[in-house]
């Protein structure tokens, strides 16, 4: 850097330009000193795109797999960090520390890693990076925590990493197991907490000892399909439990014929299966009333209880064909590039109706959807919650029809919203959007659809003066409002030509 600066300086009346190191004081200084007045620029940059039909929209949304594990990874290294501190000098050996999997999580923040458009070797790798750090942040968390039990001899502790497939040998098997919940964050929360088990009669015990309601609810279909031979489990318990700020409860888990001396004691209740008729198919609690179509399957209405406001509301999922080129740009849809063939995208559904099941207790209820063989959703409402839960699994897309597919899930309401959607910057603050808009540059619509794309890494919404609707998602994604009172997200994405960008 010496050489270049001495060189550039021996020319700079030739160049018109002295080079420095300098400091950002010394740069701000400069520029105050130049009387100039400086534009500010309030708006971001997204979407970007390097030619007319080539959005690069199509990254907020490949790999949600992997999107999703690095989100709950990063949740796992604050909660090491924090017990490392606390620890102090507990660590026992080199595998007992957080460094790794800070390591994984800074290799995983690269712009071909999380984005997901690497290819699948890399991405394997990089999970695979993820894995062994998130392995050693859990030897960390099972020291720190253990030693807070007991000092003289901890207890070990067994991490369920395969909940999202209901797989946890330890309390698929065990006739007892203690249920150990820790709280990072500084005030108390309340969690449901879900997991698998085989029966259905069990007794559940707070951390004082006294039996809390559970329930038990099955294991879906498809949960079965995607995990395959990995677990056996035909249900799962769920409970309340309450955690105080930076502090951890635990509760006892015992099966009901595991002695005598719960033959008095409150026992888990299972979750009934409703008979549908000819009327609305409703689930409620003590916020929120939510009904779906008796013909088609589908949500009709969400209704806050306590203001007696309705919003009238559609979900749907859909797919999008992607683009192998045209005649006036060669450009495909890809990992990088959204690009669909058409603006309109295709409904799942293979028949006029969604098979519908719906499931009640008095902690949760539950409407199970198949929209087609490889798409379907519960959607779940628990008890003294002001949201409900859309949980959907997409996969694995067909493709034998030679046709790729970005798949979305699109809710339509009576939201007066116009063109006007909000979406978060990096899960902070919230940036208003704007349909075929941009504030700073005139803006030349080429791809209606992948052109309002937007990254949603938290949270999207839609509002007017008298309702609102957010969607807050658990792993980046793309979304966007393309019409008045909808959200669309884009959920799964398969590519024929995998060789596009």
Same mark, same amino acid.
């Given at each position: &850097?010496?050489?270049?600066?001495?060189?550039?300086?021996?020319?700079?009346?030739?160049?018109?330009?002295?080079?420095?190191?300098?400091?950002?004081?010394?740069?701000?200084?400069?520029?105050?000193?130049?009387?100039?007045?400086?534009?500010?620029?309030?708006?971001?940059?997204?979407?970007?795109?390097?030619?007319?039909?080539?959005?690069?929209?199509?990254?907020?949304?490949?790999?949600?797999?992997? @999107?999703?594990?690095?989100?709950?990874?990063?949740?796992?290294?604050?909660?090491?960090?924090?017990?490392?501190?606390?620890?102090?000098?507990?660590?026992?050996?080199?595998?007992?520390?957080?460094?790794?999997?800070?390591?994984?999580?800074?290799?995983?923040?690269?712009?071909?890693?999380?984005?997901?458009?690497?290819?699948?070797?890399?991405?394997?790798?990089?999970?695979?990076?993820?894995?062994?750090?998130?392995?050693?942040?859990?030897?960390?968390?099972?020291?720190?925590?253990?030693?807070?039990?007991?000092?003289?001899?901890?207890?070990?502790?067994?991490?369920?990493?395969?909940?999202?497939?209901?797989?946890?040998?330890?309390?698929?098997?065990?006739?007892?197991?203690?249920?150990? =919940?820790?709280?990072?964050?500084?005030?108390?929360?309340?969690?449901?907490?879900?997991?698998?088990?085989?029966?259905?009669?069990?007794?559940? /015990?707070?951390?004082?000892?006294?039996?809390?309601?559970?329930?038990?609810?099955? =294991?879906?279909?498809?949960?079965?399909?995607?995990?395959?031979?990995?677990?056996?489990?035909?249900? /799962?318990?769920?409970? &309340?439990?309450?955690?105080?700020?930076?502090?951890?409860?635990?509760?006892?888990?015992?099966?009901?014929?595991?002695?005598?001396?719960?033959?008095?004691?409150?026992?888990?209740?299972?979750?009934?299966?409703?008979?549908?008729?000819?009327?609305?198919?409703?689930?409620?609690?003590?916020?929120?009333?939510?009904?779906?179509?008796?013909?088609?399957?589908?949500?009709?209405t969400v209704i806050d209880t306590v203001s007696n406001l309705t919003m009238m509301v559609k979900q749907t999922f859909l797919w999008y064909n992607s683009s192998t080129g045209t005649p006036d740009s060669s450009q495909a849809s890809g990992a990088y590039i959204f690009r669909p063939n058409r603006t309109n995208p295709i409904p799942i559904m293979l028949r006029n109706n969604v098979?519908? @099941? =719906?499931?009640?207790?008095?902690?949760?209820?539950?409407?199970?959807?198949?929209?087609?063989?490889?798409?379907?959703?519960?959607?779940?409402?628990?008890?003294?919650?002001r949201h409900a839960e859309f949980e959907w699994t997409v996969g694995p897309i067909p493709f034998q029809d030679g046709f790729g597919k970005e798949i979305i899930t699109r809710f339509d309401s009576d939201i007066k919203s116009g063109k006007q959607f909000f979406t978060d910057s990096n899960g902070r603050e919230i940036l208003e959007r704007v349909k075929d808009h941009r504030d700073?540059?005139?803006?030349?619509?080429? /791809?209606?659809?992948?052109?309002?794309?937007?990254?949603?890494?938290?949270?999207?919404?839609? @509002?007017?003066?008298?309702?609102?609707?957010?969607?807050?998602?658990?792993?980046?994604?793309?979304?966007?409002?393309?019409?008045?009172?909808?959200? /669309?997200?884009?959920?799964?994405?398969?590519?024929?030509?995998?060789?596009?960008?």
């Open positions: &850097m010496d050489k270049l600066i001495s060189y550039v300086n021996q020319k700079g009346n030739e160049f018109k330009i002295n080079v420095l190191y300098s400091t950002p004081s010394c740069y701000v200084k400069s520029l105050n000193e130049a009387g100039k007045t400086w534009p500010t620029k309030s708006d971001d940059f997204f979407p970007y795109a390097d030619q007319p039909h080539s959005y690069w929209t199509g990254y907020f949304s490949s790999r949600p797999a992997l @999107k999703y594990y690095e989100r709950v990874s990063n949740n796992l290294l604050q909660i090491c960090k924090q017990l490392e501190v606390l620890a102090g000098n507990r660590q026992i050996n080199i595998t007992s520390e957080s460094k790794t999997l800070k390591r994984a999580m800074a290799v995983a923040q690269h712009h071909d890693a999380v984005s997901g458009t690497e290819k699948q070797h890399v991405a394997d790798d990089y999970a695979k990076r993820l894995a062994i750090g998130s392995s050693h942040c859990q030897n960390l968390v099972n020291v720190s925590l253990g030693s807070f039990l007991s000092a003289t001899s901890p207890p070990s502790f067994t991490f369920c990493t395969l909940l999202n497939i209901s797989v946890c040998p330890v309390t698929e098997d065990s006739k007892s197991f203690a249920v150990v =919940v820790y709280n990072p964050i500084g005030r108390v929360v309340m969690q449901f907490v879900r997991f698998p088990v085989n029966g259905d009669n069990f007794l559940v /015990e707070g951390p004082d000892g006294k039996p809390i309601t559970s329930i038990i609810s099955i =294991v879906s279909a498809s949960t079965k399909a995607v995990r395959r031979s990995r677990g056996t489990a035909t249900h /799962e318990l769920v409970f &309340m439990a309450t955690v105080p700020a930076l502090g951890y409860n635990t509760y006892m888990v015992y099966r009901a014929k595991f002695t005598q001396k719960f033959q008095e004691m409150v026992f888990s209740k299972p979750m009934r299966e409703k008979a549908l008729s000819t009327s609305p198919i409703v689930i409620e609690n003590e916020f929120l009333k939510i009904t779906f179509d008796n013909n088609t399957g589908l949500l009709d098979l519908t @099941k =719906v499931y009640q207790s008095n902690l949760i209820q539950e409407v199970h959807q198949e929209f087609s063989p490889w798409l379907t959703q519960v959607v779940r409402l628990y008890k003294a919650q700073t540059w005139f803006y030349n619509v080429t /791809e209606p659809v992948s052109g309002n794309y937007y990254p949603v890494n938290s949270r999207i919404y839609i @509002k007017d003066d008298k309702k609102q609707m957010t969607i807050l998602t658990d792993r980046s994604q793309g979304g966007s409002s393309l019409q008045e009172g909808s959200i /669309e997200l884009m959920v799964n994405i398969f590519h024929i030509n995998k060789s596009h960008i």
